[in-house]
C-alpha cells in the first residue's frame, strides 16, 4: 500500500527584486492508497502551490520540511523521476503543445512510466477504450496535444492520462473548474473508476464542493493561510457548502 | 498590425534596398560590411564571393532528373530565356549571372501536371575553388509540378535560380541546402507569378559554414499567391541567412511568409529577414510573415528583422510576427510531470516545432529526408549534452 507523506512542508516563490515570499506554512498531510482526500481552501489559500511542489515545478522552492512516498525522498527526485515514481498531477490550466499529438505524447510517457513501449496494436486499443469512457472523440488522437481545446476537453484529457499513466498517488488540482454538469459527471466517473482500486489514492483540490457530490471524499481539509486548519470526515464539506470558509479564515495565523 | 496612416503619405517605399538593379556587377560597389542588406553577413567568411574573386574555376555539378513530359536542356550564356524574371539586386547575384558557364532550362508545358517531381541535384566537389550557377524553371500557363533542388558537398557557390509560373500555374519547389560543413553557398531565387499562379517555396538549410539565401516574388498579375516557408538548424559555427523579399505591385495577390529555425551552439548564428512591400496600386493584397526561432544553447545568436510597407489603405490584411526564445519551462514541465526524461522532451518539443513545416513539404522523399535530418541535429545535440554533463 502506498502513502504520500508531508511533513512541515514551507515553500516560497520569487517576488520581486529577488524577494521571496512564502506560500506554504507547515503542511502536514498523509494520504494512502485506498483513500480519497479533498484540500479545499479559498483562492489564493496556496492549494495549488502545495500540488505544484509536490510534482516538482521549478518556480517553487523547498525551504523545510520533507516529502515522502512509501519512504522514498520525492523532493530529491526530478519532475520525470517523481512521475515514474507514482506520482501523477492533473493540471488546472493544462498547456498546448504545438506539433506534439495527443497519442504521441501519451505513448511516449506511457513508455516512460512503464519502463517499456507498449505493442502499437494494444496501445493503441487501450488508449480508444479510455478515450471513449471518457467521451472523447477518437479524432483527438491525431490533434496537437490540448490545442485548441475546450476547458472541458482539457480536463478530459487530464484525467484520460491518468488512466493511461496509472499512478499511485493522483493529485487533481482543480479538475472541476470551467466544466459544465455533463462534463463533470464524467470527469468524475473517470476519478472514480481509477480510485477503485485499492492500490490508488486521490488528493482532490477544489473551491467548491459541487464534485464532491460525484467524487465521495473520506477526508476533508480545510486550506487557509498555507496551512491545513481544519480537518474532518465529508460532514466538513457539506459545512463549508452551507456556511463557506468565513468560520476558517479567522484561524489563519493561529497555530494549528 | 501596423499603422498604415503614415505609410500612405509616401508614394514610394522608403526602403530603396531592393530599387538597385542592374546585370553589371561594376554597378555595385564591394560591400564593407555596413550597408542594411550586408551588415549581418561575416564578409570574411564569404571567400571573396563579394569582392572579385574568380567565380569560374570551381566545379559544381548540376544534374536534373525529370519525367518525360518535362524538358531539361543546356543553356549557354546570352540566351534570350535567361534573365527575364529578375535584374540583380546585389553584387553577388551580378556577378553570378555574369559568371556562370552552362545554365539549367527546366520547362513543364502549358496545361502539363508532371506525375513524379522534377529534382536538380547541385554537387559541390571542391570549397576552394569558386563556382556560380544559374537554374531557370518556367511553368507553362496552367500546367503543375513539384520541383526539388538539393545541395550537397562541399563547394563556395553563387547562383541565382529563376521561377517563371505562368498563368494558373502551380509550383512547388523545395530547396534543400544540405551542403557538407564547409561549404559557401550565396543564392537568390527569384519567382515572378503569373494571374492566378500558386507558388510555394520550402527552404530547409541544414548543411554549410555559411548560407545566405535570398528567395523574392514579384507578381505580374492579379490573382497571385505565393507561400514562401522555411526551416533551419544552426550548429556550432554555422551562419545561415535568410532573406526574403515580396513586392506586391498588383492587386488581389496573397503572400505567406512562414520561417521557423533552431540554434544550438557557441557561435550558431541565423539572420531571418522579412521585407514586404504593398504599392499603391497593390489593392486587396492580403499578406503575412511570421519567423519563430528557438534558441537552444547560449552562445547562439537569432535575428530576426520582419520589414512590412504598406503604401495604399486598401489592404484585406497585413500583418508580421517574429519571436525568438528558448524552449518554454510550462512545455517542458508538462510533459516531464508525465514522467518523460527531460531529453526526450525537448526532443518532443522541437520535432513539434518543425511538424506542422515538414508536413507541408510537397515531396515525399523529401519529407522523410528532411524528418530524418531534424532527427540527425536532436541526436547531435543530445551526444554534445551527454559529453557537456
Not at chain 1, 488528493?203 to 465521495?216: A, W
Not at chain 2, 498590425?1 to 526602403?15: G, R
Not at chain 2, 526551416?231 to 551562419?239: L, P, T, V
Not at chain 2, 484585406?316 to 510533459?335: K, N
Request: hydrophobic share 40%; with cysteine; aromatic share 6%.
Amino acid at each position: 500500500m502506498s502513502t504520500l507523506e508531508i511533513r512541515g512542508l514551507h515553500v516560497s516563490v520569487a517576488a520581486q527584486a529577488g524577494e521571496s515570499r512564502e506560500i506554504l506554512r507547515g503542511v502536514d498531510l498523509t494520504v494512502t492508497a485506498g483513500q480519497t482526500h479533498a484540500i479545499m481552501g479559498p483562492n489564493g489559500s496556496g492549494k495549488s502551490t502545495l500540488a505544484y511542489s509536490i510534482a516538482g515545478h521549478p518556480k517553487y522552492r523547498v525551504t523545510s520540511g520533507s516529502v515522502t512516498l512509501d519512504g522514498r525522498d520525492v523532493l530529491a527526485m526530478s519532475v520525470d523521476e517523481r512521475a515514474r515514481a507514482g506520482l501523477f498531477l492533473a493540471m488546472q490550466y493544462p498547456v498546448e503543445v504545438p506539433g506534439v499529438t495527443v497519442s504521441n505524447f501519451l505513448r511516449t510517457a506511457v513508455t516512460a512510466v512503464r519502463g517499456e513501449a507498449p505493442k502499437l496494436r494494444e496501445f493503441v486499443r487501450e488508449m480508444n477504450g479510455a478515450m471513449a469512457a471518457l467521451s472523447i472523440d477518437p479524432s483527438f488522437a491525431q490533434r496537437n496535444l490540448n490545442e485548441g481545446f475546450s476547458g472541458g476537453e482539457k480536463k478530459r484529457h487530464e484525467i484520460l492520462q491518468l488512466q493511461m499513466l496509472n499512478p499511485k498517488i493522483a493529485i487533481l488540482d482543480e479538475t472541476d473548474s470551467g466544466l459544465d454538469i455533463d462534463a463533470l459527471k464524467v470527469v468524475s466517473a473517470g476519478i472514480n473508476a481509477y480510485r477503485q482500486s485499492p492500490d490508488h489514492g486521490v488528493l482532490l483540490i477544489t473551491h467548491y464542493t459541487r464534485i464532491l457530490r460525484y467524487v465521495r471524499p473520506d477526508f476533508v481539509h480545510v486550506f487557509v493561510g498555507g496551512r491545513i486548519v481544519a480537518e474532518g470526515g465529508p460532514e466538513l464539506a457539506d459545512e463549508l457548502e452551507a456556511s463557506g470558509y468565513e468560520r476558517f479564515l479567522a484561524m489563519e495565523g493561529a497555530p494549528a | 498590425m501596423v499603422s498604415l496612416q503614415a505609410a500612405v503619405e509616401s508614394a514610394a517605399p522608403v526602403s530603396r534596398l531592393h530599387e538597385r538593379a542592374s546585370f553589371d556587377p561594376a554597378d555595385f560597389p564591394v560591400p564593407g560590411g555596413r550597408e542594411e542588406e550586408w551588415r549581418f553577413t561575416p564578409l570574411r567568411r564569404l571567400r571573396r564571393l563579394h569582392a572579385d574573386g574568380p567565380l569560374d574555376a570551381g566545379k559544381a555539378g548540376v544534374e536534373a532528373d525529370a519525367g518525360p513530359e518535362i524538358t531539361v536542356v543546356a543553356a549557354e550564356h546570352g540566351d534570350p530565356r535567361l534573365g527575364t524574371a529578375f535584374v540583380p539586386a546585389d553584387r553577388v547575384s551580378a556577378r553570378a549571372f555574369a559568371s556562370f558557364r552552362e545554365a539549367t532550362i527546366v520547362t513543364i508545358p502549358g496545361g502539363v501536371a508532371a506525375e513524379r517531381p522534377v529534382v536538380i541535384r547541385v554537387r559541390g566537389e571542391d570549397a576552394g575553388q569558386a563556382a556560380a550557377g544559374h537554374v531557370l524553371v518556367e511553368a507553362g500557363a496552367n500546367s503543375s509540378a513539384v520541383v526539388v533542388l538539393e545541395h550537397a558537398g562541399s563547394a563556395t557557390y553563387a547562383d541565382n535560380v529563376e521561377f517563371l509560373v505562368g498563368d494558373g500555374a502551380r509550383l512547388d519547389v523545395v530547396s534543400v541546402q544540405d551542403w557538407a560543413r564547409d561549404a559557401v553557398h550565396l543564392s537568390h531565387h527569384h519567382a515572378v507569378l503569373g494571374k492566378d499562379a500558386t507558388f510555394t517555396h520550402m527552404a530547409v538549410t541544414l548543411g554549410g559554414d555559411l548560407v545566405r539565401l535570398a528567395p523574392s516574388v514579384r507578381y505580374a498579375g492579379p490573382g497571385g499567391n505565393a507561400e514562401l516557408r522555411g526551416i533551419y538548424f544552426a550548429d556550432s559555427g554555422q551562419h545561415l541567412e535568410h532573406r526574403l523579399f515580396v513586392d506586391h505591385a498588383r492587386p488581389d495577390c496573397r503572400s505567406r511568409v512562414t520561417y521557423k529555425g533552431a540554434l544550438r551552439g557557441d557561435g550558431a548564428h541565423t539572420v531571418w529577414i522579412g521585407d514586404v512591400v504593398i504599392r499603391p496600386e497593390a489593392t486587396g493584397t492580403d499578406t503575412y510573415e511570421a519567423n519563430r526561432n528557438l534558441v537552444l544553447t547560449d552562445g547562439a545568436r537569432a535575428d530576426s528583422v520582419p520589414n512590412l510597407e504598406i503604401l495604399t489603405g486598401e489592404v484585406v490584411r497585413a500583418g508580421h510576427a517574429s519571436a525568438s526564445g528558448r524552449l518554454e519551462d510550462e512545455h517542458l514541465f508538462y510533459l516531464t510531470a508525465r514522467g518523460i526524461p527531460v531529453e526526450e522532451a525537448r526532443r518532443l518539443i522541437i520535432r513539434g516545432f518543425f511538424a506542422e513545416l515538414i508536413g507541408q513539404i510537397a515531396a515525399d522523399q523529401v519529407r522523410a529526408k528532411v524528418t530524418a535530418a531534424i532527427e540527425a541535429e536532436l541526436d547531435a545535440m543530445a551526444r554534445a549534452e551527454g559529453g557537456a554533463r
